[in-house]
């Protein structure tokens, strides 16, 4: 059986790989990870000749494992599990049901350009170079081993596939693990780094000082920390600069000053469809839409698990009553999911929850830029948004405690 119980036992784990295989694979756990690994967690693990990352689905025991002599894990690529245990079993559905690969339906859950994989690398050892260098040839090498060695001295360092390649030699991978029993190449694993990730710019921030510093200020010292009072989050340099009409070595004379704090700060990429309207309008429910509100609010205070199709023209008050029953599950402290049949229809949809749910919204759909996905997807895994506004692929989003899924348009 399989559990997501963190403890030291955690020896042997179950793992999704992103290949076109309908099955998941198990690997041995190092000591020093496994009172953190748990499932839900991307790892780093060796497939093939490949470094790739993998999602833990599951806890093995020794029983399942047999005499079979498991690959390790080669590192952690989350402090802690990023997909919530609910997603994990959602995600094992969906492979069984559409008869899908795990790996390629667990890397749909994540941002695309956040995967971590290497292949390994070849390159001459010191004493191979020093030799070719010299203009002299190690001794006793075949032809296919003299060609990849040429190779080598002019490019330096290629991955295995590059330096076959290149070389044209039938069978290279036998050729190159023989120069390496040799010591003539040493071959590494090298990691690609993954192609998105947080971005950052420097900030900067106010620090609490006493009155008598900010008297010695002069006038262009004294604009720029006034434009920064008031704030305690990091403001962006760059912005706060060009507001106050100042240049960085102002900044830098209040940072010696012990008046300001000048930091990397994270960037949010916010898609503009996230822009708020101003004064939502106020509606009344009718009399029909109110018993609507109220058949529905029931299940969901009574945590009944069902399924409710409202019909009505456009313009009939669904939206009102989506909005309603996803502000009582919020006030409830769990989330909610509105999903759409078009990226045409978000921008006017999700400005209109914005609206109504301020600083609680996340937007997921194939129009954004990989960026804002990848920080949209943050803010949800990190419980910074509450109510996610997508189209299909939006179903993946790693919204804990959800409650409430709204399918608009479903027939489409």
């Known amino acids: ?233 990091p403001l962006m340099l760059q912005e706060v600069l060009r507001s106050a009409g100042c240049t960085a070595s102002i900044a830098r004379v209040l940072e010696r000053k012990g008046m300001v704090e000048i930091a990397p700060a994270t960037i949010q990429r916010v898609p503009p469809d996230l822009s708020e309207m101003r004064n939502p309008p106020a509606l009344v429910l009718t009399a029909p839409q109110k018993e609507i509100f109220d058949r529905i609010l029931e299940m969901i205070l009574q945590k009944k698990i069902g399924r409710c199709l409202l019909h009505g023209v456009t313009g009939s008050g669904k939206t009102e009553i989506y909005l309603r029953l996803i502000a009582e599950v919020l006030g409830r402290g769990e989330t909610a999911m509105f999903l759409v049949p078009e990226i045409g229809l978000t921008p006017l949809l999700s400005r209109l929850v914005v609206a109504r749910f301020p600083g609680q919204v996340s937007l997921l759909h194939s129009g954004m830029s990989a960026g804002e996905r990848f920080d949209q997807w943050n803010r949800i895994r990190e419980g910074e948004s509450r109510v996610v506004v997508g189209t299909r692929s939006a179903v993946f989003a790693p919204l804990k405690d959800l409650r409430l899924i709204v399918i608009d348009e479903e027939q489409d």
């Open 1 to 233: 059986r399989k559990s997501s119980i963190v403890n030291y036992m955690n020896e042997y784990i179950d793992v999704a790989v992103p290949v076109g295989v309908r099955k998941t694979f198990a690997y041995s756990v190092p000591h020093e990870f496994r009172e953190r690994i748990t499932t839900g967690m991307r790892v780093l693990v060796p497939f093939g000749r490949k470094l790739v990352t993998g999602y833990v689905v599951g806890i093995l025991d020794e029983a399942q494992i047999g005499s079979f002599k498991l690959r390790a894990v080669r590192e952690l690529l989350d402090p802690e599990a990023v997909a919530p245990p609910s997603l994990v079993e959602t995600a094992l559905w969906v492979a069984r049901y559409y008869f899908a690969p795990p790996g390629e339906v667990f890397r749909a859950l994540f941002p695309a350009g956040t995967q971590v994989a290497g292949e390994r690398k070849v390159a001459l050892t010191p004493r191979a170079a020093t030799l070719l260098s010299g203009g002299f040839r190690p001794p006793g090498l075949r032809t296919q081993e003299d060609m990849l060695l040429d190779i080598l001295a002019r490019e330096k360092s290629l991955t295995i596939k590059e330096l076959a390649e290149r070389s044209g030699i039938r069978g290279a991978q036998t050729w190159i693990e023989s120069l390496a029993a040799a010591q003539w190449v040493q071959v590494e694993m090298s990691l690609d780094a993954p192609r998105i990730k947080t971005k950052e710019q420097l900030g900067i921030r106010c620090l609490e000082v006493g009155p008598e510093a900010a008297a010695s200020l002069t006038a262009t010292q004294q604009r720029l920390y006034a434009a920064l009072e008031g704030s305690r989050a």
